[in-house]
């Protein structure tokens, strides 16, 4: 074993092996896997072997297409076959919602390139044989299903790579891994040593373990998962003897099953609910080729709509179940990244679909190791996206959640119970009284609406309970004054003696002068986005000088945390701290506003003494308080940043106060739709980091002249010079009882030309609207589009100017 090299990847399963081909075709060939026993000793071995496009997330579902590109090539390279089986599948649904939602998948996979098509259940009985179509409403066929042998891609994966240049060393247990101060990272085996520059996780099974010795506890949980192989079956032999061809997949969501051929026989798996986590704490060392108990009790209830659905199963008999573990993050999708804190270690784990989603995890990360980016839009499946709220406790209710729930459809406007209520702020209770209705944000609950006694959200595609409140929170607002809780912002405090330098090259915009604000871009190498802050100057006398203050997107805090700390000066001169719940939010926005506040302060309210993007500290009544003349609902409005301690003074204050002028509570939903008619954009819809600051319309806040060699800057003014490729647009469409929600595609001129990125119906304006990316060429085409909304197309039509305060009167005024 060499005892230095550039990387060492630890696990031999499909994701180390994958990441381990991807680094050396990548032309990094240092690089050496360490597997404590044979490859494949984890879930890999007994996997059922499936392979998919589809996922919620149309990101993963390109890198899942990827995967499935990719297992020619690895044959080829390594000689080894992968045992591919390209049969095509049916996706079943039994419901009306469900076909609903297949219909939306189906909308997705236009702009994706992945060929589906809506069928009936006859079609699919013709296309399926073992179906029963009297118990389905309708199908979708999708050409890109299949099935292949774990072991053969494992192998051909690391053959491959060996065939680069890298080196494999099974029976090699990492037993430790120790930072030393140069920065390198000694991993310790029971077979010596070897020092690295990066470390990967990709420990599957042991994932947790593997984090364990850098001091990280990953959020990630084994869960037993059974699938059953049949005897062979009359039905399966005459279908292969009359078509020549195997039976082709299913997914059949309403019974949560998946189906396949196995030889003469078939296989069936389940996504049971009375689900099992396994090895909750403590994954077993000398564990590996063991499978579990089967316990056919628990997966009976699945099993009873799976014979019902697919009678011929009722005639055999069943040969073998297989139980064996494998791992899930909270919400099912993989965790891949650099880890904030803990530079060149990086992870690749609780990748749940191993075989559709395991060579986009290998690139992505590869991408990410030598370019410094994962060259896609990888949100859904960073690290980062979750902070240290996401504890083994909250792990082990979320995922038993997301497995149980593993086919259920999520509606749009349906929230998930469980792990909550984890972190609340202050007036939790003060809100949940008014009728809060709660949702969730990096753990943090969040008002997104208030219900009258007895009303509570319905579940569905379309417009539902909630419509006509929403629509009285906008009233409030635009009509009078309306007060919001804006805790979930991510916070940030900038301070030292180099702060105003570095933010000057971290962010792409003009620094604003003391007691004032900006909106700041934030811009990779690429001249992409990474992020968009307001920045406050605190500088003021008023404000005691007391340095900088971002406010960003909540869900992003750790994501930019490990970017800020990333490009930290190493003298010490800048400190950024994220200032959590160590700091709440309130909002007061509407016309007024401003006549609410005067009555709480002594400071000069008037707009000449604060205006438009003024920040200052003042005092609200009793508590302090940094108060921002700036609302995201695009009116006349102030964010209010307070201590915890004092919030609820706060509140209490403004809501006195505001009662003469029938001040009401609005949640997140009516800021949706508040800023929908603004065309105003947010971080992780509009602004992603595959877009430039022009095509996302950002451009305006970005300071290309400025002396400061910002990040991003060259690939930016490269970007206006070019003209970029695409451009955000808000639309306004002809829906009728359903308003878009995101991911929708965008159809011009009977083609799809693009996609949605968020939307909704704007209750002031009285529209429904949509945001999202077209080409350039056609992005001022004021007719032509159409936008695809639960397997209809609706006409659309470019908004150019806000449908509120185009001239900005309100705001500034
Ligand atoms: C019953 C069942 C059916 C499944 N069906 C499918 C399916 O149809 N399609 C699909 O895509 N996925 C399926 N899966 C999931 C799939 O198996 C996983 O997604 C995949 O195997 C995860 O691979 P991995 O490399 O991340 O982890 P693992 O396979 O667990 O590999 C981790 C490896 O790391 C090694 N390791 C850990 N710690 C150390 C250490 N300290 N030192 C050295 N080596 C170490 C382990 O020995 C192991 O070999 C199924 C899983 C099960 C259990």
Same mark, same amino acid.
């Given at each position: 074993m060499k005892s230095h090299a550039k990387v060492v990847v630890i696990g031999g399963g499909v994701v180390g092996c994958s990441v381990l081909f991807h680094l050396a075709r990548h032309g990094w060939t240092d690089i050496v896997l360490l597997e404590r026993?044979?490859?494949?000793?984890?879930?890999?071995?007994?996997?059922? $072997?499936g392979m998919h496009t589809?996922?919620?997330?149309p990101n993963v579902a390109k890198l899942q297409k990827y995967t499935i590109s990719l297992y020619k090539e690895i044959e080829e390279l390594s000689g080894? &076959?992968? +045992?591919?089986?390209?049969?095509g599948g049916v996706l079943l649904a039994a419901t009306e919602a469900r076909l609903d939602w297949l219909r939306g998948v189906v909308a997705k996979g236009r702009y994706l390139g992945i060929d589906l098509e809506e069928i009936s259940p006859d079609e699919a009985a013709e296309l399926m044989? @073992?179906?029963?179509?009297?118990?389905?409403v309708g199908a979708v066929r999708n050409k890109e299903d299949g099935h292949l042998d774990p072991s053969g891609v494992t192998h051909a994966y690391a053959k491959a790579a060996r065939k680069l240049g890298a080196e494999v060393e099974r029976f090699?247990?990492?037993e430790d891994i120790v930072r030393r101060p140069d920065g390198l990272w000694r991993v310790l085996t029971n077979k010596g040593e070897v020092v690295a520059e990066h470390v990967v996780n &990709?420990? $599957?099974?042991w994932a947790r373990e593997v984090g364990r010795m850098v001091g990280l506890e990953l959020p990630v949980l084994a869960m037993e998962h059974m699938y059953l192989i049949t005897e062979d079956m009359p039905e399966v032999a005459a279908w292969n003897q009359k078509t020549g061809t195997e039976i082709i997949h299913a997914v059949d969501f309403d019974g949560e099953l998946y189906l396949r051929q196995e030889r003469g026989g078939m296989l069936m798996g389940t996504y049971e609910k009375a689900n099992k986590p396994w090895s909750e704490f403590q994954t077993p060392w000398?564990? $590996?080729?063991e499978l579990l108990e089967p316990d056919i009790d628990r997966i009976a209830p699945s099993l009873e709509v799976g014979f019902r659905h697919f009678? &011929?199963?009722?005639n055999t008999g069943i040969k073998q179940i297989i139980n064996g573990p494998f791992t899930f993050a909270p919400d099912g999708n993989p965790l891949v990244g650099p880890v904030r804190g803990l530079p060149g270690f990086w992870v690749a784990c609780g990748v749940m679909a191993g075989f559709s989603q395991g060579g986009g995890v290998g690139l992505a990360l590869s991408n990410w190791m030598i370019?410094?980016?994962?060259?896609?839009?990888i949100w859904a499946m960073d690290?980062?996206?979750?902070?240290?709220?996401?504890?083994m406790a909250y792990t082990n209710a979320k995922v038993r959640e997301n497995y149980s729930r593993r086919f259920s459809i999520r509606f749009p406007n349906e929230e998930l119970p469980a792990?909550?209520?984890l972190k609340t702020t202050p007036v939790y209770d003060l809100l949940s009284a008014k009728g809060a209705q709660w949702g969730v944000a990096y753990g943090l609950e969040v008002p997104l609406w208030y219900a009258p006694e007895g009303v509570k959200d319905e579940f569905s595609?379309?417009?539902?309970?909630d419509f006509e409140h929403v629509a009285s929170e906008v009233k409030t607002v635009r009509g009078g004054v309306g007060l919001a809780e804006i805790s979930s912002f991510a916070k940030y405090r900038v301070t030292g003696e180099g702060a105003a330098a570095w933010l000057d090259r971290l962010l792409a915009c003009k620094l604003p002068k003391p007691g004032r604000m900006t909106l700041a871009p934030m811009l990779k190498e690429d001249g992409k986005l990474i992020g968009d802050f307001t920045l406050?100057?605190?500088?003021?006398p008023d404000s005691n000088g007391e340095g900088w203050f971002l406010a960003g997107s909540g869900i992003a805090e750790q994501y930019h945390m490990r970017w800020f700390e990333a490009h930290?000066? =190493?003298?010490?001169?800048v400190t950024i701290e994220a200032l959590g719940a160590k700091l709440t939010g309130l909002s007061i926005a509407g016309p007024n506003a401003r006549d609410v506040l005067a009555r709480v302060t002594?400071?000069?309210?008037?707009n000449a003494a604060f205006s438009f993007m003024a920040v200052r500290k003042m005092d609200i009544d009793m508590a302090p308080c940094l108060v921002g003349r700036v609302s995201y609902t695009g009116d006349l409005g102030y964010e209010i940043w307070v201590a915890p301690e004092y919030q609820r003074a706060a509140y209490q204050t403004l809501m006195a106060a505001g009662e003469e002028f029938g001040i009401g509570l609005f949640g997140s939903r009516a800021l949706n739709a508040l800023r929908l008619e603004k065309n105003y954009g947010s971080w992780a819809r509009e602004?992603?980091?595959?877009? +430039?600051p022009l095509e996302a319309g950002l451009?305006?806040?970005?300071?290309? $002249? =400025?002396d400061a060699d910002f990040i991003g800057k060259q690939a930016a003014l490269a970007e206006r010079q070019q003209g970029g490729k695409l451009r955000l647009r808000a639309f306004v469409v002809d829906a009728a009882d359903a308003d878009v929600i995101g991911d929708e595609p965008i159809w011009f001129d009977g083609a799809v030309r693009g996609w949605v990125t968020s939307g909704g119906y704007a209750h002031h304006s009285k529209t429904s609207i949509a945001m999202g990316y077209v080409p350039k060429e056609i &992005?001022?085409?004021?007719?032509?589009f159409e936008i695809e909304l639960l397997g209809k197309r609706y006409p659309a039509h470019v908004q150019?100017?806000? @449908?509120?305060?185009a001239n900005l009167e309100r705001m500034r005024g």
């Open positions: 026993d044979e490859l494949t000793s984890g879930s890999t071995w007994h996997a059922a $072997g589809i996922n919620g997330d080894q &076959a992968t +045992g591919v089986h390209l049969t044989p @073992l179906l029963d179509p009297k118990q389905f090699t247990k990492v &990709a420990g $599957g099974l000398n564990f $590996g080729h009678p &011929a199963f009722q370019e410094g980016d994962p060259g896609a839009d690290v980062s996206r979750y902070g240290d709220w996401a504890t792990g909550r209520p595609w379309r417009r539902s309970s406050a100057n605190l500088g003021s930290l000066p =190493k003298d010490g001169s002594r400071a000069d309210m008037s602004y992603r980091p595959i877009y +430039g451009d305006r806040f970005v300071a290309y $002249g =400025k &992005a001022d085409e004021a007719d032509g150019p100017s806000p @449908l509120f305060d």
